[in-house]
C-alpha cells in the first residue's frame, strides 16, 4: 500500500502548528507513509480556509491508496502504536458531538442535507481512493460556497457522501482518534485536538498553554 498524511495551512505558521507539522510528519514515517504540508487557498481559493482541506480530493493524490487529513492543532498521543492506515477503517469522526451540530446543519441547509448520510468532524477524515474519486465527481462550486465561513469542510463533505451514496463508516472508539484536549478519558486517546477550553464548561486558555501542559503530562 501507499498512503499519504496530509495538513493544510494558509498563512505563517505559528509555534502550535510548526509542532503539529513535526509530530505528524513523525508518525506518517512511523506508519511508512508519505507526508505533505498543503499550504495556500489551493482547492478553491475563494472558500474558506477550513474548506481548503477538500484538496485531498483532488487527482493528484489517486497514487495512493488511503489519505488521512488532520488539522494542523493535531498530535498523536505519546506512545500511539496503532497505524491509522492499516489498522483502521472508517472515514470520520461521529459522537453526540457530531449528531447535535448535523441536527442544526439540517435546519440551516435543509435542500443541502439528507438525515440518511453521514456527517464527520472536519479535524480528521481517512478516505480510500475509491471514495475520493466517487466524491470528487460531485464537487459543486455553488453548493460549497454555500457552506464557506459556516459549517465549511463538514457540510461539503456531507452534501459528498450524499450525492456518492456512502454510508457512515465511523472511525472507531467515538472521541480516540480526535480527542479534544479538555475532554476526560485523554489517557487512552490515539490523537489529541489542542482546543482552548480547559475543561468542558468552560475557563480557556491560549491553544500553546494547553499544549504544554500535555507534554508535562507525558501525552504528547
Same mark, same amino acid.
Given at each position: 500500500?501507499?498512503n *499519504? #498524511?496530509l495538513?493544510h495551512?494558509?498563512g505563517?505558521q505559528p509555534?502550535?502548528?510548526q509542532?503539529?507539522?513535526? /509530530? @505528524?510528519?513523525?508518525?506518517?514515517?512511523? =506508519?511508512?507513509? /508519505?507526508?505533505?504540508?498543503?499550504?495556500?487557498n489551493?482547492? !478553491?481559493?475563494?472558500?474558506?480556509?477550513?474548506?481548503?482541506?477538500?484538496?485531498?480530493?483532488? +487527482? +493528484?493524490?489517486?497514487?495512493?491508496?488511503?489519505?488521512v @487529513?488532520v488539522?494542523?492543532?493535531?498530535?498523536?498521543?505519546?506512545?500511539?502504536?496503532?497505524? *491509522?492506515?492499516?489498522?483502521?477503517?472508517?472515514?470520520g @469522526?461521529? $459522537?453526540?458531538?457530531?449528531? /447535535?451540530?448535523?441536527?442544526k #446543519?439540517?435546519?440551516?441547509?435543509?435542500?443541502l $442535507?439528507d438525515?440518511?448520510?453521514?456527517y464527520?468532524?472536519?479535524?480528521?477524515? !481517512?478516505?480510500? !481512493?475509491?471514495? !475520493?474519486?466517487?466524491?470528487?465527481?460531485?464537487?459543486n462550486?455553488?453548493?460549497m460556497?454555500?457552506?464557506s465561513g459556516n459549517?465549511?469542510?463538514?457540510?461539503?463533505?456531507?452534501? #459528498?457522501a450524499?450525492h456518492?451514496?456512502?454510508?457512515m463508516?465511523?472511525?472507531?472508539?467515538g472521541?480516540?482518534? =480526535?480527542?479534544?484536549?479538555?475532554?476526560?478519558?485523554?489517557?487512552?486517546?490515539? @490523537?489529541?485536538?489542542?482546543?482552548?477550553?480547559?475543561?468542558p464548561?468552560?475557563?480557556?486558555?491560549?491553544?500553546?498553554? /494547553?499544549?504544554?501542559?500535555?507534554?508535562?503530562?507525558g501525552?504528547?
Amino acid at each position: 500500500m501507499k498512503n *499519504i #498524511l496530509l495538513q493544510h495551512w494558509t498563512g505563517n505558521q505559528p509555534e502550535l502548528v510548526q509542532k503539529s507539522v513535526a /509530530n @505528524m510528519k513523525k508518525y506518517a514515517i512511523k =506508519c511508512g507513509a /508519505n507526508y505533505r504540508l498543503l499550504e495556500g487557498n489551493g482547492f !478553491r481559493s475563494w472558500l474558506a480556509t477550513p474548506c481548503q482541506k477538500l484538496w485531498m480530493l483532488d +487527482e +493528484e493524490f489517486d497514487e495512493y491508496d488511503v489519505v488521512v @487529513m488532520v488539522d494542523p492543532d493535531m498530535f498523536t498521543r505519546k506512545g500511539l502504536q496503532e497505524n *491509522i492506515f492499516t489498522d483502521v477503517t472508517g472515514i470520520g @469522526m461521529y $459522537t453526540e458531538f457530531q449528531a /447535535n451540530l448535523f441536527i442544526k #446543519l439540517q435546519q440551516q441547509y435543509p435542500l443541502l $442535507t439528507d438525515k440518511d448520510f453521514p456527517y464527520w468532524g472536519g479535524a480528521i477524515y !481517512r478516505l480510500e !481512493r475509491e471514495h !475520493r474519486v466517487e466524491m470528487r465527481k460531485y464537487l459543486n462550486d455553488a453548493e460549497m460556497t454555500a457552506h464557506s465561513g459556516n459549517f465549511n469542510d463538514e457540510g461539503i463533505m456531507h452534501r #459528498l457522501a450524499t450525492h456518492a451514496r456512502i454510508p457512515m463508516q465511523k472511525l472507531p472508539g467515538g472521541f480516540k482518534w =480526535c480527542h479534544c484536549s479538555y475532554r476526560e478519558g485523554i489517557e487512552e486517546s490515539a @490523537m489529541i485536538h489542542i482546543r482552548t477550553k480547559t475543561i468542558p464548561t468552560g475557563n480557556k486558555k491560549p491553544k500553546l498553554d /494547553n499544549y504544554y501542559t500535555l507534554v508535562k503530562r507525558g501525552l504528547i
